[in-house]
């Protein structure tokens, strides 16, 4: 969670802050294209995102063992570096997916104040569902779903994580999660750059 708080705060930076300081106008006299900018800001900030996706990977890695222990899971499941790589894999898009959309509060907020206002409300969406996910009551509905939990955007990474630590994924459900995650991403980005296009979204 410490990380995403990280990514929040870059984010609303990024734009809201330069916005409120001034300074994304002095950018946009400059002779550069004005979703140059924006990509380059997105850019920054997925660079970003990957040392903090390394970090939380990491963290995981070490503590995959416990934690499919207090999930009850049996002991005798062995992770082989095929699993670490899927995890790597989503844990990777699912930052630039959750960046991407953070980037985009950023840029639709006045201030800083209004980007780390909306940002948690986000990020706490994002982590009730986690916890729903995990819980026996909910299980049913995530089953009756199938594939269409691996099409919505960092909802597939909780889902899928769990599947993978529980040995119950498919190679097919990764791909689809991974290249979704990463299309939103994309998307962004040139969503991004089109609210770059327009004076009243920058001057707020």
Known sequence: MG??????NLAAEC?????ERGFLNTMLIAPVK???IAAGKSVYLLIV????????FVGMALSLPKLADSMGIDSSFNYTMK???LLFAITITAVFALCAMLLIISTLSKDVKQ???VAPVV?????????LATTEGFKPMIEDLGMVNNLIPAWNTMILMQDIINLEYTINSVWIS?????????????????CFESEKILNG
Do not use: H, P, Q, W
């Open 3 to 8: 990380v995403y708080k990280v990514f929040m």
């Open 15 to 19: 734009v809201a802050g330069d916005k």
């Open 34 to 36: 004005r979703s140059s």
């Open 49 to 56: 995102s990957v040392i903090g996706g390394l970090s939380a």
């Open 83 to 85: 699993e670490y790589l």
């Open 115 to 117: 980007a780390t206002n």
């Open 123 to 131: 990020l706490m969406v994002l982590m009730i569902g986690g916890m």
């Open 178 to 194: 991974c290249g979704i995650n990463l299309l939103f991403s994309v998307v962004s980005i040139y969503v991004i750059g089109k």
